[in-house]
């Protein structure tokens, strides 16, 4: 029987809907103010008709951006506003900060001569090498370093990995991968997967897995006709081809950009989690991606209706993928209770459990 002193315990599900309804309704408001904006001022050098034509690009590149940017700060122990010690104002500057250097990084590419053929090539990279040092690598590379050297060491890091990769024949690392990442992260697949490996072993095992999920995935869409597999209209490098040009496939996956890490993060993975891994962490994954499908198959019928073009679709699309990390990174929204999945010893680590895991294995 429950003491009547002990401290009740405030109802999840109200806080849970209060922060889905939070992220995914500042989703579609700063996608119709976002687009506004490049409608009226362009990041580009669009003018007249190409205004219409690009104004998603623009709205893609700089929410890509901020985020970016976001992401960085967050894991550099949030340099450098580490020392704000509200929660909300160092928050609001981080995201603040993030956009700003957003726009001015868009923006740079176009000053800098070097066009929007360069835009996906430097934004694929730039989160490839992000994700491998410090979501599927955990910081490993800047492990123990004070948070303005975890900040410049990853970002030269990265600039100039970006770099090297951007001017050779390779042009980029295509960003297929990035929502099978958030899935397999959000859900805890991934660290279960490679429990108790050593970085960077770690990160390179988890990237494997997530190149045979994108081979699987690409031969399903090819049968569903949906993807071409033909040399990549970016680089000639990559043969692992391309979606269709009626852009629903690419829909599918900007949708799952925006609701893989976010949703799973928010409702805590409830039900998976009240089953043992792998299994629990599987449904998940299949559940999230299947819902992705089902919510580009619905967003690709409002063409028209509600959204004026397949363009506006995809920028409504892939915006809520700023906000449901974003967020959860800079807020904390979703990680407020800790808790255990299924065979879990300590909350948000698979580490050490091989002992209580033996049996399930």
């Known amino acids: 029987m429950a003491s009547v002193n002990a401290t009740p315990r405030a109802p999840v599900l109200p806080r849970v809907l209060r922060d889905i309804v939070l992220v995914y309704g500042v989703t579609i408001l700063s996608a119709i103010v976002v687009n506004w904006i490049v409608r009226t001022a362009p990041i580009g050098p669009w003018v007249g008709p190409q205004i219409e034509q690009f104004f998603w690009l623009d709205n893609i590149a700089w929410q890509l951006f901020a985020l970016w940017w976001i992401i960085l700060i967050a894991v550099s122990d949030f340099w450098p506003f580490a020392g704000i010690r509200s929660g909300m104002t160092r928050g609001i500057a981080v995201i603040a900060t993030g956009w ?17 053929g360069w835009l996906f090539p430097i934004i ?34 990265i600039a100039g990995l970006t770099y090297a990769v951007t001017s050779s024949s390779i042009r980029w690392v295509p960003a297929w991968w990035f929502p099978f990442l958030q899935i397999g992260v959000s859900t805890g697949l991934l660290p279960y997967l490679t429990r108790d490996m050593k970085q960077p072993g770690k ?54 950009c925006s609701i893989n890490f976010g949703l799973p993060v928010l409702t805590q993975n409830w039900p998976f989690r009240y089953i043992a891994m792998p299994w629990g962490g599987l449904l998940g994954c299949v559940f999230y991606i299947a819902l992705g499908a089902v919510i580009a198959v619905v967003l690709s019928r409002m063409v028209g209706p509600v959204f004026s073009s397949m363009n506006e679709a995809l920028s409504f699309a892939y915006m809520g993928v700023n906000w449901s990390i974003g967020l959860c990174l800079v807020f904390g929204l979703g990680s407020s209770r800790p808790y255990l999945w299924a065979g879990q010893k300590s909350a948000g680590t698979w580490e050490g459990n091989e002992a209580s895991l033996a049996s399930a294995d």
Request: charged letters at 10%; a positive charge.
């Open 100 to 116: 700003i250097l957003g726009w001015l990084t868009a923006k740079a590419v176009y000053v800098g001569g070097l066009g929007a």
């Open 124 to 157: 694929g990279t730039i989160y490839f090498f992000l994700a491998f040092f410090s979501f599927t690598g955990e910081n490993w590379i800047v492990a123990g370093m004070p948070p303005r050297r975890k900040f410049g060491v990853l970002l030269i890091l």
């Open 203 to 256: 990160s390179v095992a988890q990237m494997c897995l997530l190149w045979l999920v994108i081979l699987a995935c690409t031969c399903v869409s090819h049968i569903l006709g949906v993807w071409e597999f033909s040399a990549s209209p970016i680089s000639r490098f990559w043969a692992s081809g391309t979606y269709t040009s009626d852009n629903v496939w690419l829909l599918f996956f900007m949708v799952g």
